[in-house]
């Protein structure tokens, strides 16, 4: 079994800034990718940030230069830091991973529950 869960959601005002945390946990063998998608409503679910194992990184447009994602390898976790919140940012947060349970198992996606960002004043 393998859980994502988010947290570092919340209510903040344009400008502000929050960090999301996500951790995996379970049976995991190895973790390829980890990112960030976001769904606001009315809208389809859009990826925010990708990070991969080695490290590199790739961005949504829109966030590009406000956003950063990291990832601590030891801990299974991945990091957004957003800064510079917009009001069009408001969405649910999900994590996403791409992970192998075991020697052999197929790379599969795992997902979070989510987390609510909110920008408003």
């Known amino acids: 079994q393998v859980q994502l869960v988010e947290s570092g959601g919340g209510l903040v005002q344009p400008g502000g800034s929050l960090r999301l945390s996500c951790a995996a946990s379970?049976?995991?063998?190895?973790?390829?990718?980890m990112a960030w998608y976001r769904q606001a409503p009315g809208k389809q679910r859009e990826l925010v940030a990708v990070?991969?194992?080695?490290?590199?990184?790739n961005y949504a447009d829109s966030v590009k230069g406000r956003f950063t994602i990291s990832r601590d390898n030891a801990k299974n976790t991945v990091y957004l830091q957003m800064n510079s919140l917009k009001p069009e940012d408001t969405a649910v947060y999900y994590c996403n991973a791409v992970l192998s349970r075991y020697y052999n198992d197929p790379p599969t996606n795992y997902w979070g529950q989510g987390t609510q960002v909110t920008v408003s004043s």
């Open positions: 990070i991969t194992k080695g490290g590199s990184t």
């Open positions: 379970g049976n995991i063998f190895s973790i390829y990718a």
